[in-house]
């Protein structure tokens, strides 16, 4: 016989409002540890996508570039001297798995009967797929190969275009484009793929070679208007994004002594970002609510366990159990149902994540099918466990040092 | 020398806005081994005179020594520890912890309190419920036993410590006839037995026809003290 054994016994007392307890605690750890599972493999899975087939980790640009990207200005390349500067910078790093200069510029379409406009972003096949493995795997039509994804004289067009220009790989089409300063040219281009819609239903986003895009926009130089650059280590992407940062603003234009380059990550500029928080946000608030769940659910228990159990607790005083054992006891009530409830949660959640794992859920997000394998939240669980222990222990405690301050002699005369 | 000696004890509960006296300059010396026995009306200040013996409850004025300890200044700690080294509780309800089988209500003073280790536990437990007459009945949880039989195993709770003094408040009030006589014999055994001091607070003439010294208590103060041959 000991504390544990006593406590459990106690506990047992009372079945039925043991397992109405035990229940909505595990209910409660059910519900953090799926929607953890569930929320952060969506959220991995969908800026995988974006940074992995189109956006890289972090981008860098000439200052100012990123608040009037809408217009794709041709006016903001950054300036040849400092492209090597960074690309120099890039090489060096040992955090940088690969990087990718692109110019990106808004152009016209046409079939020869019909013309759209389209935004471009004209890459270098290689290295674009280096920064963006993921690309070629969102290529519906087409080679997904590196070395025949996109050669000079081809593009690559989303699907929606595709549809509704009546356009497939082999079909001939005009690129117009303004350039820098302000001569309309073309170019005749081969579709060699159709993309997914990389941003979104109502994107519209091409690929062409960077040669092409050179020979269309009339440019003397290297005139690059983005590096996408991809981490080795995606988890350190505050840090070196920080640090990059940090070395990028020591470049300054002479005359106005500011910055000449910005950097932003992912989360800077991408939408889903907010989706990205939004998701984290509604974990914390489910995790808020367990802890009002456990809270409750123990103190009441506790509550109406000391109180039922008055006189037993003056005739376990009286016969010499000292008042810190008597604390002992009734936290060791609470701590049990808290943690063996939570335990159960962990169990239903995690053979449940399990099975979603191997099933996996298919969720759409915008024209995106994903396919969710939900892992399981190893911090989520430790967190939850953790913390309905905590709040078990608080929930007990009021309770349990009323019980153990209690005088004997009082505690006898109760009926 | 006195096991229990009680010099101007005086109790004054505040009930609402009343202050009931309950026990007013009492003085009184306990020898070792006896079988007391404490009677009077109701209210007359029995119960609260075994509070005070048992250390669960104390003088407003005066001193109470046990065991040659001057139990009124102890802590809340150390009266539970002096409690569980000294002092063996009956009560008249039995007061058994009802998750606990026989055995481990016998055992709990000794786990919970004394500490003592498994294999005398064991032996000590066993031997209590022998002669208690509970043995075979060592499995069962309180609730599926007798009156009789869950003052037995109260009285092998309160023993099995090993105390100075059993005090038991109304032992026999919730038995039949037959039952009492048995459970006082039994007490009035193991005190034979164990030379134990037994200390009641009893409206039952059973239990005061065993007694070797009777006091009479009325209104809180002593009016009379027998001893039988």
């Known amino acids: ?415 | 020398m006195s096991l229990v000696k009680m010099e101007n004890v005086t109790k004054t509960y505040q009930a609402g806005a009343v202050e009931v006296h309950a026990l007013k300059g009492i003085n009184l010396s306990i020898e070792e081994g006896k079988f007391i026995s404490f009677i009077g009306p109701s209210g007359s200040g029995k119960t609260t005179l075994l509070n005070l013996l048992g250390c669960i409850d104390k003088p407003t004025i005066g001193t109470l020594t046990i065991a040659n300890v001057q139990t009124n200044t102890m802590s809340r700690n150390t009266a539970a520890k002096f409690r569980g080294n000294n002092i063996g509780f009956i009560f008249q309800n039995f007061n058994l912890i009802p998750v606990l089988t026989v055995y481990e209500n016998v055992e709990y003073p000794l786990v919970i309190v004394q500490k003592v280790p498994k294999a005398e536990r064991i032996q000590r437990v066993l031997r209590m419920l022998e002669s208690v007459g509970m043995l075979d009945q060592k499995d069962r949880f309180p609730n599926q036993l007798s009156g009789g039989q869950k003052q037995r195993v109260a009285i092998a709770r309160a023993m099995v410590t090993e105390p100075k003094i059993v005090l038991a408040d109304e032992p026999t009030a919730n038995l039949d006839h037959e039952t009492a006589y048995k459970i006082i014999h039994l007490m009035r055994e193991i005190k034979d037995n164990f030379h134990t001091t037994f200390i009641f607070a009893t409206h039952d003439p059973r239990v005061v026809g065993e007694a070797e010294i009777i006091y009479e208590i009325e209104d809180g103060i002593i009016i009379n003290k027998k001893e039988s041959n």
């Open chain 1, 1 to 415: 016989m000991n504390i544990i054994i006593i406590a459990l016994r106690n506990l047992l007392r009372h079945k039925r409002r043991t397992a109405l307890t035990a229940s909505l605690i595990a209910l409660g750890v059910l519900i953090v540890i799926l929607f953890g599972g569930i929320g952060n493999s969506f959220k991995k899975e969908v800026v995988g996508i974006l940074t992995n087939s189109s956006m890289g980790d972090l981008q860098i640009h000439r200052m100012g570039y990123v608040s009037s990207i809408d217009n794709l200005p041709l006016n903001m390349y950054i300036p040849e001297q400092a492209l090597v500067k960074v690309e120099g910078l890039l090489n060096e790093n040992p955090d940088v798995a690969a990087y990718s200069e692109r110019i990106r510029f808004g152009g016209m379409l046409s079939n020869f009967s019909q013309t759209t406009n389209m935004r471009f972003t004209a890459i270098i096949p290689e290295k674009e797929i280096a920064t963006c493995p993921g690309l070629p795997s969102r290529i519906k039509e087409g080679s997904p190969d590196a070395s025949s994804f996109l050669k000079p004289g081809q593009i690559v067009i989303p699907e929606n275009i595709a549809t509704a220009m009546q356009l497939k790989v082999g079909s001939d089409v005009v690129l117009i484009a303004t350039n820098k300063d302000g001569s309309v040219n073309g170019l005749n281009l081969t579709i060699a793929g159709v993309s997914e819609n990389l941003q979104g239903p109502g994107g519209k986003d091409g690929y062409i070679h960077i040669e092409d895009a050179t020979t269309l926009l009339r440019m003397e130089g290297r005139e690059i208007s983005e590096i996408a650059v991809k981490l080795k280590d995606f988890n350190r992407l505050d840090t070196v994004a920080a640090s990059l940062s940090e070395t990028l603003s020591q470049m300054k234009n002479q005359k106005s002594g500011k910055p000449i380059l910005e950097l932003h990550t992912w989360e800077q500029l991408s939408p889903f970002s907010s989706i990205a928080k939004l998701i984290s946000i509604l974990l914390i608030t489910v995790r808020i609510v367990l802890m009002f769940i456990v809270i409750v659910s123990v103190m009441n228990v506790m509550i109406m366990s000391v109180y039922e159990r008055i006189g037993e607790i003056g005739t376990i005083a009286a016969i010499g159990t000292i008042p810190s054992k008597i604390l002992a006891l009734f936290l060791t009530e609470g701590v049990i149902l808290g943690v063996a409830s939570a335990l159960l949660g962990v169990l239903v959640s995690v053979g449940t994540l399990l099975v979603m794992s191997v099933i996996k859920l298919p969720i759409a997000f915008g024209r995106m099918e994903l396919q969710i394998a939900p892992q399981i939240p190893t911090f989520e669980v430790l967190l939850a466990l953790v913390s309905v222990l905590v709040v078990s222990i608080l929930a007990s405690l009021e309770p349990a040092i009323k019980a153990a301050r209690m005088e004997p002699v009082d505690a006898l005369r109760h009926v």
